[in-house]
């Protein structure tokens, strides 16, 4: 039996009005003896509330995990020329989106996930996307929303140009960002994004992601369903045409079986 969660994005309109988005996901144990239930939320739970931990300690909720289990993976294609096709976990404790990139190097990944994801998979090359600027409000969001003027001083940007202009030709700097069980180092890139597969269609043309090029135990990225700025949500609710400036609410999981 192969597992496979349809994520619906419920959007409200301030109106009477509102659609939704059902994204495809894939359990990553869809394959193996361990489809369980328990073992889903068991798992489900260690990783999305040590994540959630490691990046709110202020705080005093948590974030729960998608029920009936998390570690599902969303695939999506990104760029245009060529396009990649790329898999990410899903959490709801985490605010970005990032995957490997080519060249990647990962620390103490032998037997960190199921191999079955990554067998066939190279990391992307990002050589036709953006870099974001370093005065944008992704790269301060990145860097525990430092102002610009300060993350702009750290990507070299002249002084004058930093009191006088904008500093958008330099690029934001490379961030670390840390989980319960990983971290990496990445840059903040731009490119175009979509997912043929999703109920409607979703197309967007400027995805805010991480690009990492070396991280410790995380081989595979993550797509952050949290409330930050750059998570998946929020960008889409920002950037998609149809949805333009609504809440989104992450509430309706419908779990479907299918046997193969």
């Known amino acids: 039996m192969a597992s496979f969660l349809l994520f619906a994005i419920i959007v409200m309109h301030l109106s009477v009005s509102s ?15 361990f489809n369980h239930t328990h073992h889903l939320l068991k798992t489900s739970s260690v990783r999305s509330t040590t994540r959630f931990h490691r990046h709110h300690l202020v705080r005093r909720h948590v974030s729960l995990p998608l029920s009936p289990g998390s570690d599902y993976t969303l695939s999506f294609s990104l760029g245009s020329n060529p396009t990649q096709t790329i898999s990410l976990y ?10 490997p990139c080519a060249p ?3 620390i103490l990944c032998e037997d960190k996930y199921d191999t079955t994801i990554t067998a066939d998979t190279t990391p992307p090359n990002v050589s036709s996307a953006t870099r974001v600027s370093c005065n944008s409000p992704a790269c301060s969001a ?7 003027s300060d993350i702009c001083a750290i990507a070299r940007c002249p002084l004058e140009i930093i009191e006088t202009s904008d500093c958008s030709s330099f690029s934001c700097p490379p961030f670390y960002y840390a ?3 990983g971290s990496l180092i990445a840059r903040l890139y731009r490119d175009s994004f979509s997912i043929p597969s999703s109920s409607p269609s979703l197309h967007l043309p400027n995805l805010t992601f991480g690009c ?6 995380e081989p595979i990225g993550v797509a952050g369903f ?11 609710a920002h950037l998609s045409p149809q949805l333009e400036r609504e809440t989104i609410r992450r509430r309706r999981i419908s779990v479907h079986a299918d046997a193969r």
């Open 90 to 99: 899903m959490d709801t404790g985490s605010d970005l989106v990032w995957f």
């Open 104 to 106: 990647f190097e990962c």
């Open 212 to 217: 990492a090029h070396i991280a410790l135990a």
């Open 179 to 181: 989980y319960g069980d």
């Open 226 to 236: 949290g409330q930050g700025l750059l998570s998946l949500p929020a960008q889409l």
């Open 142 to 148: 990145v860097h525990s929303s430092l102002p610009s």
């Open 19 to 33: 659609s939704q988005i059902v994204l495809p996901l894939t359990h990553s144990l869809s394959n193996t003896d």
